[in-house]
């Protein structure tokens, strides 16, 4: 869960598609306690000329201040923004300064920024995927199954517009805090993240955790994961993807093979697996 882990977008921008992008820094979307929240945007220098469809990016790192930062979805985002999306890539208030609702409280204020600003973006407010990895993964599953849960909005501006999201890509996510406490030794994360990992946070811990929320609402889902992951064991996502199908539920599976939380990430064809997603249900 620390800063090399897989996806937390390493690149700040690609070869040959600097001409083609607009990366917007710190953009403040919203108040979250007593901190200010940004994010950058990332979005295709030519004007559309029809709104375009949102990724709204969530990085990793273990919820901690010294592992993630929002400038680690610009690659990522960069990529997409080239096929005609508009990226948000943002920063949420991170362990152990604040701990959960905390984090996905701005993530739903960043997703109802940007739906205020529709017009303003040139952006489809009906076509929104979070992505994320590792605990971007747990955040982008958050609101994936945690839509319309009410006590999760928080009060960080925009209040009137939805924070649903329509897709969701989760790359080795916990999403099951409970039964993730004893599979890999998870550590101050969760003392950080909801007080502690004993028996007397289990309720705390349900709480934050996406597989808690499933139901026939939630959006299809592109679930990925190493089977060798040696800090969020397969069997959190393997559960999760059961759980999401039994709901009726779009998933689509993936899992790569001999890859760790950190290593071995080569074989997972992203462009084309997460690009074919987006276009099934983003593009509409």
Same mark, same amino acid.
Request: hydrophobic fraction near 45%; glycine fraction near 12%; include cysteine.
């Given at each position: 869960?620390?800063?090399?882990?897989?996806?937390?977008?390493?690149?700040?921008?690609?070869?040959?598609?600097?001409?083609?992008?607009?990366?917007?820094?710190?953009?403040?979307? $919203?108040?979250? =306690?007593?901190? !200010?929240?940004?994010?950058? +945007?990332?979005r295709p220098k030519e004007k559309m000329s029809k709104p375009m469809p949102v990724i709204v990016f969530m990085h990793g790192g273990g919820w901690g201040k010294d592992w993630g930062d929002k400038k680690h979805g610009i690659g990522y985002l960069t990529?997409?923004?080239?096929? $005609?999306?508009? =990226?948000?890539? !943002?920063?949420?208030?991170? +362990?152990?300064?604040?701990?959960?609702?905390?984090?996905?409280?701005?993530c739903k204020c960043a997703v109802r920024f940007l739906r205020a600003h529709a017009k303003e973006y040139n952006i489809d407010p009906d076509h929104i995927a979070s992505w994320g990895g590792s605990a971007g993964g747990h955040l982008a599953s958050m609101l994936g199954t945690a839509g319309n849960v009410k006590e999760f909005e928080g009060t960080g501006g925009w209040e009137g517009y939805s924070s649903k999201v329509q897709a969701v890509i989760d790359c080795c996510g916990p999403v099951d805090l409970f039964k993730w406490r004893n599979q890999n030794e998870p550590g101050g994360m969760l003392i950080g993240l909801v007080g502690g990992a004993s028996i007397k946070f289990k309720d705390a811990m349900i709480k934050a955790s996406p597989i808690t929320y499933v139901s026939k609402d939630a959006p299809p889902f592109l679930i990925v994961h190493g089977d060798k992951d040696d800090q969020v064991s397969i069997k959190q996502s393997q559960a999760f993807s059961e759980a999401l199908k039994a709901a009726g539920v779009d998933v689509n599976f993936i899992t790569i093979k001999d890859a760790t939380h950190s290593k071995g990430w080569e074989n997972f064809n992203e462009d084309k697996i997460v690009g074919d997603f987006l276009e099934k249900y983003l593009k509409k």
């Open positions: 869960m620390k800063i090399k882990t897989i996806l937390l977008g390493m690149l700040l921008c690609l070869p040959g598609l600097a001409g083609e992008v607009e990366v917007i820094n710190d953009v403040v979307y $919203g108040k979250g =306690g007593d901190e !200010i929240l940004k994010l950058d +945007i990332v990529k997409f923004a080239k096929r $005609g999306y508009f =990226g948000a890539t !943002i920063n949420y208030r991170l +362990i152990p300064k604040d701990k959960f609702p905390a984090q996905i409280e701005d």
